[in-house]
């Protein structure tokens, strides 16, 4: 799927799920997403549920078409994000994985075998990293819904990846009301973080944003 001429989905719905984190009934199942954003610089934005790695990485390499990413960017450390990294870096061993510090804290508690020795590249709050023409801008996003949590905002085309901060229930081969799956998802995972939400659309509102690519759908 194309989101612009350079920025494409690699996504996978899930219709396994019948309760997403064993308690929110999902009738029409999940889309865990996933981007690449291809230019002299390759980034893969996320990864996904571990029941997809063979999808997932089929769907990156499609997209890839024999070339190698540079960089993987991991903007949330739950599974349903970021189960895949360890397979991600077997596939592409060269490839320099981006994320905050309290990211990598918690990626070396989940993938104790996982060593990338110098292939770690730590971002700072408001820091950026260039591609070629597209420029990756890091805002941190602390407990939209979990501490390490951060969006990464695109500048040239103006695309925000916003890791569950505007998610919804649903996958995206089902038609159904967006705004309801939307409202829900909202109230069941990241509306008890009400004062952080507010901290991160204050800090949205600042930037020109014309595409959103959820972690849970896109709009």
């Known amino acids: 799927m194309f989101i612009t001429d350079s920025i494409f989905y690699v996504g996978v719905n899930d219709h396994q799920v019948d309760l997403f ?3 929110y009934d999902v009738p029409n199942g999940m889309a865990y997403n996933s981007y690449v954003i291809m230019d002299e610089k390759i980034a893969v934005m996320d990864t996904v549920d ?3 790695t063979e999808e997932w990485l089929g769907n ?5 078409d024999g070339r190698k990413p540079d960089y993987l960017v991991v903007q949330h450390m739950e599974p349903d994000h970021a189960a895949n990294i360890c397979n991600f ?5 060269e490839t320099t994985v981006v994320a905050n510090a ?3 804290g918690m990626m070396a508690n989940f993938f104790p075998e996982m060593d990338l020795k110098d292939q770690k590249l730590e971002v700072k709050n408001g820091g950026t990293l260039e591609l070629g023409k597209h420029v990756l801008n890091f805002v941190f996003a602390p407990m939209v819904h979990w501490p390490e949590v951060m969006v990464t905002y695109e500048s040239t085309e103006k695309v925000l990846f916003s890791a569950d901060g505007f998610g919804k229930f649903g996958a995206l081969d089902v038609e159904e009301d967006w705004d309801c799956e939307a409202r829900r998802y909202y109230i069941g995972i990241v509306g008890k973080y009400g004062a952080p939400v507010q ?7 600042a930037l020109d944003i014309q595409i959103i690519c959820r972690f849970m759908d896109l709009f």
């Open 21 to 23: 984190e064993g308690q």
């Open 50 to 52: 571990i029941h997809f």
């Open 60 to 64: 990156v390499a499609k997209v890839l």
């Open 89 to 93: 870096m077997k596939a592409y061993p």
């Open 102 to 104: 309290k990211t990598f």
């Open 199 to 205: 901290t991160l659309l204050k800090k949205a509102a």
